[in-house]
């Protein structure tokens, strides 16, 4: 699915605009994660959800492990840092033959986080990078974890597309390809937008 499309998504377009709001918004009812324990029950439902739609079980596991880090990354590197609203959205939605997810918060963004741990990092577009491709924690003074080095392996293996934004930066990952850009509308905290063909 082309980034054209995944933006269009309607589920996409409100977590965008609830990210992004100079103000904090009432968020969706029912898509609005405030604690851990609410995200772990909404993860499995998903997964539920996944698994009805047709997908097999292993990718629907898959999937739940790559939403659970991604997600579990809007709590552990946030806690007492965000702007406003704590947790984050999870929404889903069938957009032709793809299923798409979106996750999004209003919390420091991953510039912030990595600072923490590499002062030297200046850049939304080097943090982004550093978070995908370096083996690194932003949980100062860990250095340990695999986090979103992890989800892109994952994601480059198995064919499922990533939109990611935080700050200014952008990567995005469809089938095998790869790309780094600079986003339209920059994003305090972190959205990832999550697609993958139906069988």
């Known amino acids: 699915m ?3 499309n995944v933006l269009k998504n309607e589920s996409v377009r409100e977590a965008f ?10 968020p969706q ?3 609005y994660c405030s604690s851990r324990d609410i995200l772990d029950a909404r993860l499995e439902h998903l997964r539920k959800e996944i698994l009805l739609s047709g997908t097999n079980e292993d990718t629907s596991y898959l999937l739940h492990a790559i939403l659970s880090e991604i997600c579990g990354n809007s709590f552990d590197h946030n806690l007492g840092q965000w702007h406003d609203i704590p947790g984050c959205l999870l929404t889903s939605e069938k957009l032709d033959n793809y299923f798409v997810i979106t996750v999004a918060d209003r919390g420091q963004g991953v510039l912030k986080t990595l600072q923490r741990v590499f002062p030297e990092i200046t850049t939304h577009d ?15 003074p860990e250095r340990r974890g695999n986090g ?6 994952t994601l480059l293996e198995d064919g499922i597309d990533l939109v990611f934004t935080s700050g200014s930066a952008r990567y995005c990952i469809f089938g095998i390809t790869e790309e780094w850009s600079k986003a339209e509308t920059s994003v305090p905290g972190c959205i990832a937008i999550v697609s993958f063909p139906l069988t």
């Open 126 to 140: 080097e943090a982004l990078k550093a978070a995908f491709l370096r083996h690194i924690s932003g949980r100062a």
């Open 29 to 31: 009812k029912g898509h």
């Open 17 to 26: 605009s609830w990210a992004t709001s100079k103000t904090a918004t009432n």
């Open 148 to 153: 979103l080095k992890f989800v892109r392996k």
């Open 2 to 4: 082309d980034m054209l």
